[in-house]
């Protein structure tokens, strides 16, 4: 193995197991041998911001007593969306509100999208500079990175990362789903490239094609796992916390194979693919 593969990390998302209560998420993880969890952030889930005090301390302490981290909660707002008056203050409360989740649970990120849909890109990239440039002060404070992920309307690295240079501070960055770059025709290296200084992990996944995102297990599919990890020069190239996190969408694709047997081959598979990438 490659000394830089020895700092990554691996986690997976509550997406793949909806609605699963925090002890069995974290029985899943210790026997899979991961690391951390991304925390599906949305009322019919176990975690989510409308969760009081108490319970959010019981989380935390249930993870910190696993020895499993919370790596980030995984929210849906839409920072390019269009947006009304009244729109804007609801957004505006609804970042603030994942970014003191994520605070009290001990959890160094918080997940957006770009939401933009058909808009102008100008129009649709400065209200995204300015909406993460408001929260990122108060997510720096608490310890917390509000990330943007490559998805729907900028689903490139490269789209993502115009929006990012123009925030730049550092409680925003990246969240480099490389399903979504790949959709959008972009490679890997040229992803990484684009991501380099912003990015705070990465999430992993495999589907059969881009008509067919079902997803399969880590390897079974044809996105470029192998090209991102080596892009990625063998781990050295990941976010400071070092994150693989794999994201089965198993919530949006109900007849996908259920994800708690397949954890430890996507995992060993990645690791698999760590020691074969060149490292940088």
């Not at 691996?10 to 925390?39: C, H, I, K, W």
Request: net charge negative; proline share 7%.
């Amino acid at each position: 193995m490659g000394d830089t593969s020895t700092a990554v990390r691996f986690a997976f998302s509550t997406l793949g197991v909806p609605g699963m209560p925090v002890a069995e998420v974290l029985r899943l993880a210790d026997e899979a041998g991961y690391q951390g969890v991304e925390l599906r952030a949305h009322p019919e889930e176990p975690v989510h911001p409308l969760l009081g005090m108490r319970e959010r301390a019981a989380v935390r302490r249930q993870f910190a007593d696993a020895g499993v981290a919370i790596l980030a909660v995984a929210g849906y707002p839409k920072v390019a969306a269009d947006r009304d008056g009244a729109g804007e203050g609801e957004l505006a409360q609804e970042l603030t509100e994942l970014v003191l989740l994520a605070a009290d649970l001990g959890a160094p990120y918080v997940r957006v999208f770009p939401g933009g849909g058909d808009r102008p890109a100008a129009a649709a990239e400065a209200d995204a500079a300015r909406r993460l440039a408001a929260v990122a002060p108060l997510a720096a404070a608490r310890g917390v990175r509000v990330l943007l992920e490559t998805h729907d309307s900028h689903r490139t690295g490269a789209a993502a990362a115009r929006i990012l240079d123009r925030v730049g501070h550092p409680g925003t960055g990246a969240l480099w789903d490389i399903l979504h770059s790949w959709l959008g025709g972009e490679r890997p290296a040229d992803s990484c490239a684009a991501l380099a200084p912003h990015l705070g992990y990465v999430q992993v996944k495999d589907v059969a094609s881009a008509e067919d995102t079902t997803p399969l297990p880590l390897g079974a599919g044809r996105l470029p796992l192998a090209e991102v990890l080596a892009a990625l020069g063998n781990g050295a190239g990941l976010g400071h916390g070092g994150w693989l996190c794999w994201e089965y969408e198993k919530r949006w694709y109900p007849r996908a194979a259920e994800l708690p047997a397949l954890l430890a081959p996507g995992r060993a598979h990645l690791q698999g693919l760590l020691d074969a990438a060149p490292a940088h």
